[in-house]
T-cell receptor
Framework: AQSVTQLDSHVSVSEGTPVLLRCNYS??????LFWYVQHPNKGLQLLLK??????LVKGINGFEAEFKKSETSFHLTKPSAHMSDAAEYFC??????????FGKGTRLSVIA | DAGVIQSPRHEVTEMGQEVTLRCKPI?????LFWYRQTMMRGLELLIY????????DSGMPEDRFSAKMPNASFSTLKIQPSEPRDSAVYFC????????????FGPGTRLTVL
């Protein structure tokens, strides 16, 4: 079975400083991995997606994530946080012919 | 494409009443998913359909919940009778496939049961 663990329920950074949101996954198969973002009172939106091509994946709004098979990790990073990045972020793993499995989310706060 | 459309966006009802939530998926997507999101339990998959057929409803909390997909462009999630603990945001999502395919989410319906 597939699962993801988001290691932090809440991360707080200052505007202009780097962002790191951590995610570990477990999968019996070569996984596809995703990061979704949910802004307040909005639906979920895809940030980026890994599907066994390049291990460093670039997404929207300057975010990127690196797939590390040896560490079973897929951490999300951004060099410089902006106030508009404040949101809930979900790490997601694919199953084999099963729906996506969502992590519990990490709330990112950005301090001015 | 307009994306996934959900209605209503907000619903306030009294305990015991029937509630129907509606979803129009993106045209051409074969899969449709219903989720519930609460602070306590996070995002939960309730049920999903493939080509209008329910594939897995193991996430439906109890018999008060039912979902249908009469055609490729419409699905409903019904709660009868509703209870205060059903208060949550309900999301519909659609996808061209399951495993490696992105799910596209609607804006959600915020349900409050008094």
């Amino acid at each position: 079975a597939q699962s993801v663990t988001q290691l932090d329920s809440h991360v707080s950074v200052s505007e202009g400083t780097p962002v790191l949101l951590r995610c570990n996954y477990s999968s019996s198969y070569s996984p596809s991995l995703f990061w979704y973002v949910q802004h307040p009172n909005k639906g979920l939106q895809l940030l980026l997606k890994y599907t066994s091509a390049a291990t460093l994946v670039k997404g929207i709004n300057g975010f990127e994530a690196e797939f590390k098979k040896s560490e079973t990790s897929f951490h999300l990073t951004k060099p410089s946080a902006h106030m508009s990045d404040a949101a809930e972020y979900f790490c997601v793993v694919s199953g084999y012919n099963t729906p996506l499995v969502f992590g519990k989310g990490t709330r990112l706060s950005v301090i001015a | 494409d307009a994306g996934v459309i959900q209605s209503p966006r907000h619903e306030v009802t009294e305990m015991g009443q029937e509630v129907t939530l509606r979803c129009k998926p993106i045209s051409g997507h074969d899969y449709l998913f219903w989720y519930r999101q609460t602070m306590m339990r996070g995002l939960e998959l309730l049920i999903y359909f493939n080509n209008n057929v329910p594939i897995d409803d193991s996430g439906m909390p109890e018999d008060r919940f039912s979902a249908k997909m009469p055609n490729a462009s419409f699905s409903t999630l019904k709660i009868q009778p509703s209870e205060p603990r059903d208060s949550a945001v309900y999301f519909c999502a659609s996808s061209p496939g399951t495993s490696a395919n992105e799910q596209f989410f609607g804006p959600g319906t915020r349900l409050t049961v008094l």
